[in-house]
């Protein structure tokens, strides 16, 4: 890229950091205060039924050692002060190890399943929604039927999906090959490859909704599309209606579905929260649960803050690669340069 163009990508870089900044603060209060609303006490979450068994003292010498002694507005700055200062989240409640670390450990195995989603999601869905449009000629009655099917599939949550896979896969004889519960502890040393098989069911109950949408979402954009002088010129010289939409139609359709993959990411990330536990996925979904029964504080406004944080991102990243992708934004962003250039020189 030029110079200038290095410039323009700079100042939108520092634009949405700027943006950024007052929502994670936002965000932080939010969650901080929201966790700490959470009926119950991380000591005697932590401890169980061996409470009755400690004393009082002992109990508030625990309270302490976690600062839940504190104001909360001690507590925040404190966490606060962590998170900005030198990127410590504090300690996990359950085996007093860094928040950091006890996330980065669950991490990869939720990163895997959740691009396997979106690779499955993304590429089936793209095809699904073009062959909607495609049969809406030439065969409307099953254009109708598998619309239908689509908005069903797509109203379905996925945590209803997870339990009708785990169900058939464990009771249909035919699906037996098939791995159901990832039992593995990623802390004990096994191989994230040894969870690929595992990854099967779980990745099918999070995609499947997701490439409903897709598809609903392709179709709509090539309904559109189709309608333009390009589409009729192309057919009218003769060039085949599935080529057409296949190659042009599609083509023009990728920057919206570039934006929708943006912004999928944290949202499969947030939903495989009850897919992980259902499943037994070692993953930051699952971790997210314990970390909630068990009252874990600071793991779980880690958590939060780190999904909140994937979706800026996510939304820079989409603002970051349209104008590769479409020459229309890269041209306006060039113009806008060129004015901002001109109205120097004249000051």
Not at 50 to 64: G, H, N, P, V
Not at 86 to 99: A, F, I, T
Not at 216 to 245: H, Q
Not at 262 to 270: E, K, M, N
Request: with cysteine; aromatic share 10%.
């Amino acid at each position: 890229m030029t110079r200038g163009g290095s410039i323009t990508l700079a100042q939108i870089i520092w634009k949405r950091f700027l943006q950024a900044l007052p929502l994670l603060f936002i965000l932080s209060v939010i969650s901080f205060g929201l966790v700490r609303a959470l009926p119950g006490d991380p000591v005697e979450a932590l401890l169980g039924e061996s409470t009755r068994d400690i004393s009082r003292e002992e109990l508030a010498f625990m309270r302490k050692r976690f600062g839940l002694d504190d104001p909360l507005p001690i507590q925040y700055g404190r966490w606060l002060m962590g998170w900005t200062g030198h990127g410590e989240l504090g300690r996990s409640y359950q085996d007093n190890r860094p928040v950091l670390e006890v996330i980065l450990e669950r991490l990869p195995a939720t990163i895997m399943l959740t691009g396997t989603a979106i690779i499955l999601s993304f590429t089936s869905g793209t095809l699904w929604g073009l062959a909607l449009v495609f049969l809406r000629s030439r065969f409307p009655k099953l254009e109708g039927f598998l619309l239908t099917s689509t908005l069903f599939l797509y109203s379905i949550p996925a945590f209803l999906v997870a339990l009708a896979l785990v169900y058939l896969a464990a009771d249909w004889q035919t699906l037996h090959f098939i791995p159901i519960f990832a039992a593995l502890d990623l802390n004990r040393g096994s191989a994230l490859i040894a969870l690929l098989p595992f990854a099967i069911l779980p990745a099918f109950a999070l995609a499947l909704g997701r490439a409903a949408k897709v598809a609903l979402f392709i179709r709509s954009l090539a309904l559109d599309e189709i309608t333009k002088n390009y589409v009729t010129l192309a057919i009218a010289k003769g060039m085949p209606d599935f080529r057409v939409i296949l190659v042009h139609v599609s083509r023009n359709c990728l920057l919206p579905v570039l934006n929708l993959l943006a912004l999928s990411l944290p949202a499969l990330i947030g939903g495989s929260v009850l897919i992980e536990s259902i499943f037994g996925w070692p993953g930051t979904g699952r971790l997210a649960v314990d970390a909630t029964f068990g009252r874990n504080y600071p793991v779980m406004t880690s958590l939060i803050m780190l999904y909140g944080t994937m979706v800026i991102l996510s939304n820079l990243l989409a603002d970051l690669i349209a104008p590769f992708i479409d020459p229309r934004l890269r041209d306006e962003a060039e113009t806008a340069k060129a004015e901002d250039s001109v109205r120097m020189r004249k000051l």
